[in-house]
């Protein structure tokens, strides 16, 4: 069955650097795109943006753009987002989901900054 | 950006009975293609969401036949024909028509 399974929980301080993983299970990792979804505390769903496991190419949404890093690994079936320098109100639940239709969610990364 | 209006934010419910919760988008959200990209999900507390609904009315395999999702253009439903206790937390509508996808604030579903 497909399986999206996101790295553990993280405290980093600010300006420090996180990269969370999203390896993929279950199906041809690269025939389904990979989306980034924030979720602050106690708010709502909020679309980062995707990045294309065909081609490696990423697409941001205007607001996180420079913020933030997609990747990948295809070799291991791993996407990867990646935030270089953190601030307080990057604290968030971090979840990667599956193709354009969102059909299958990891289980969120929390990531904590705080000095 | 499409903007994506749920109503209500809470919806106290009452097990057995039927719920129903409304999505509307600032422009349709039929795209060039014919088809409209507006997808529901649940999450429950402490959990990931997961995906109910796709393309206004298709229901994903194993969710109950309980859950419908219907409408058109710029406004859409979710009805719950009658609640269970597993029906319990946010719902979430959001569109993949227009770039960038966005969500709805999400309805609280509770327990009266």
């Given at each position: 069955q497909v399986q999206l399974v996101q790295s553990g929980s993280e405290l980093k301080k600010p300006g420090a650097s996180v990269k969370v993983s999203c390896r993929a299970s279950g199906y041809t990792f690269t025939n389904f795109g990979i989306n980034w979804v924030r979720q602050a505390p106690g708010q709502g769903l909020e679309w980062m943006g995707w990045i294309n496991?065909?081609?490696g190419k990423p697409t941001y949404v205007q607001g996180f753009t420079g913020r933030i890093v997609f990747s990948l690994d295809t070799s291991v079936s791993t996407a990867y987002l990646q935030i270089p320098s953190l601030k307080a109100e990057d604290t968030a639940v971090f979840y990667c989901a599956r193709g354009g239709y969102l059909d299958s969610w990891g289980q969120g990364t929390l990531i904590t900054v705080s000095s | 950006d499409v903007v994506m209006t749920q109503s209500p934010l809470s919806l106290p419910v009452t097990f057995g009975q039927p719920a129903s919760m409304s999505c509307r988008s600032?422009?349709?959200?039929?795209?060039?293609?014919?088809?409209t990209y507006l997808n529901w999900f649940h999450q429950r507390p402490g959990q990931s969401p997961r995906r109910?609904?796709?393309?206004?009315s298709n229901r994903d395999?194993?969710?109950?036949?309980r859950f419908s999702g219907s409408g058109s253009g710029t406004d859409f439903t979710l009805k719950i024909s009658r609640v269970e206790a597993e029906d319990v937390g946010v719902y979430y509508c959001m569109q993949g028509?227009?770039?960038p996808y966005t969500f709805g604030q999400g309805t609280k579903v509770e327990i009266k």
């Open positions: 496991t065909n081609t | 600032s422009q349709s959200l039929v795209s060039s293609d014919g088809n109910l609904i796709y393309e206004v395999s194993g969710v109950p036949d028509t227009h770039w």
